[in-house]
């Protein structure tokens, strides 16, 4: 067999690539020194995501748009704050996720924009709709309560309507006044409440504003990414203002109705945080609550123009949420800031939208009278003055707090409910002027009987002892308070040493008994 040789220029080659690898690997005495990346220009590109990160704020603001609350006294604006392109997007996605016969997706944002009120009803209610777009009602839930005992506050809310009725004199439209001040007053109601509305149109102006000018610079330096992002976001803007006119998303109640009831009801919220909310309201007005729904206005005059509208604001905010990222990472850095700035800019906007908003619901909607009842000491003096110690139209007359499971079934709580409703009787019969000063002398009478009556007969003998003589002795600060308001601070300062904060709270009950009249901030 003849035996096979390399050829030398074979070996040659090998040994010249040996070597060349060799040289390119880190093998030498010397450790390299890491360099960073130096750019001449200055970026913002992880900011982006900025634009369509998730904000709650941003899906309540599409809902006030669509809904329009108040639309016959202001516009809410919906301005491009950040997250704001990412709520069309997810509309986009609910269209093509549901069947044809699905809840139309604008109706489902705004049921998804709220929550259910756990509650307990002498109208057989047990859940309410809460949304977060009503203002109104929010801040009810809201309500400042006392440091010490919360957990003993009540706000009672005489509800007239959860959506609420327009208030002409909140609007300073209503009759001249026979005085210079209060026509003063009402002049400068007046200026006040259209400088609000300026203001609110003028935030919505300026992000459209901001939006436009962005686009010229973009085209002007020849950055065509930049330029099609802020032109994206303005058709945005454009579609969110022709919304503004209208209403996309109307309330609804069952076909056939509610039936008219004008029996007095309530709903008891319990907060978490301490303290109830109780509303008293006609059950027919109970009811229109529990049952309104929302759905997209579909109605033959108004079908081809909303969905215009919807599909346009849809399409404008996806491709909006989609340049945010495509087009932000290829800008100059100094429009990338300025893209951040219009965000920021709208968020803030929001913010002060928000509270124009509320103050203009106010002046321009009524919705009932608030009673605070804070700085009670205990439950049972929560209640007494809740039913006996404000004015009428928040008096908790008839409520049966036992049956609600809202206080123990023991004779003190029994014997008071009765007492209470006694003493209610009487002051219905003293309202209505029966009897004149003699009636009043025999209503006095009969008040202080009632309540000895309470004492001597009521046996309880559950702990905590002395609860009788303790409620017996609440219900007097409260009921005689009223004989003499002059003297009700000296009678309560007596009281001081035994009572603490009871006797401190109801030394401003009068205060408190007037309530506030939503929607002209009466206090």
Not at 120 to 139: H, K, M, V
Not at 366 to 382: C, D, E, L, M, V
Not at 396 to 403: A, R, Y
Request: charged share 20%.
């Amino acid at each position: 067999m003849s035996r096979t040789t390399t050829p030398p220029y074979i070996l040659s080659l090998l040994f010249s690539l040996v070597n060349t690898t060799l040289a390119s690997l880190p093998f030498d005495s010397e450790v390299s020194s890491a360099q960073l990346k130096r750019s001449d220009q200055v970026t913002f590109d992880p900011l982006a995501v900025a634009a369509i990160l998730h904000n709650p704020r941003a899906d309540t603001s599409a809902v006030r748009l669509y809904t329009q609350r108040s639309r016959a006294v202001f516009r809410w604006p919906h301005t491009m704050m950040l997250g704001g392109a990412l709520t069309p997007m997810k509309v986009l996605v609910e269209h093509l996720a549901s069947s044809p016969t699905s809840v139309h997706p604008a109706s489902l944002m705004c049921l998804k924009d709220g929550t259910k009120l756990g509650v307990r009803s002498d109208a057989g209610w047990r859940e309410l709709p809460l949304n977060f777009s009503n203002i109104w009602l929010n801040d009810v839930l809201a309500f400042e309560g006392s440091d010490k005992r919360p957990g003993n506050d009540f706000l009672v809310v005489a509800m007239e309507d959860i959506f609420g009725t327009a208030s002409e004199s909140s609007t300073a439209s209503s009759a001249s006044s026979s005085t210079t001040s209060s026509s003063l007053r009402k002049k400068k109601k007046k200026r006040s409440f259209h400088v609000e509305k300026l203001v609110l149109d003028l935030i919505g102006i300026l992000t459209g504003l901001l939006l436009a000018i962005g686009t010229v610079f973009g085209v002007l330096t020849g950055d065509i990414w930049a330029a099609v992002l802020f032109f994206l976001y303005l058709t945005h803007w454009l579609s969110s203002t022709a919304i503004s006119f209208t209403n996309l998303v109307t309330s609804r109640l069952p076909p056939n109705g509610i039936t008219p009831d004008s029996t007095t009801k309530y709903a008891i919220y319990e907060r978490t945080g301490g303290g109830s909310v109780i509303f008293k309201a006609q059950k027919d007005a109970l009811e229109k609550w529990a049952r309104v729904t929302w759905e997209f206005d579909e109605s033959i005059a108004n079908k081809s123009r909303n969905t215009i509208l919807h599909w346009s604001w849809v399409i404008t905010g996806t491709l909006a949420a989609i340049s945010s990222i495509a087009c932000m990472v290829n800008m100059a850095g100094t429009l990338q800031l300025g893209f951040l700035a219009v965000l920021i800019y709208s968020s803030l906007a929001e913010i002060l939208a928000t509270q124009i908003a509320r103050d203009l619901q106010a002046k321009s909607t009524f919705h009932g009278q608030k009673f605070p009842i804070i700085g009670n000491q205990t439950r049972s003096a929560g209640i007494v003055r809740a039913t006996i110690g404000i004015e009428k139209e928040g008096r908790l007359q008839g409520l049966n707090w036992i049956e609600l499971g809202l206080l123990p079934k023991r004779p003190a709580f029994e014997g008071m409910l009765a007492l209470l409703a006694k003493l209610n009787g009487l002051q219905r019969a003293s309202e209505q002027g029966q009897g004149g000063e003699k009636g009043e002398a025999e209503r006095a009478v009969q008040a202080e009987q009632a309540i000895l009556d309470y004492e001597q007969t009521t046996v309880d003998d559950l702990p905590p002892e002395g609860l009788v003589q303790r409620i017996t002795k609440e219900v007097r600060i409260v009921w005689y308070k009223k004989e003499d308001d002059d003297d009700s601070e000296n009678n309560n300062d007596n009281d001081n040493n035994n009572d603490g904060v009871l006797s401190k709270a109801y030394s401003g009950s009068s205060s408190m008994g007037m309530g506030i009249r939503m929607g002209k901030q009466q206090v």
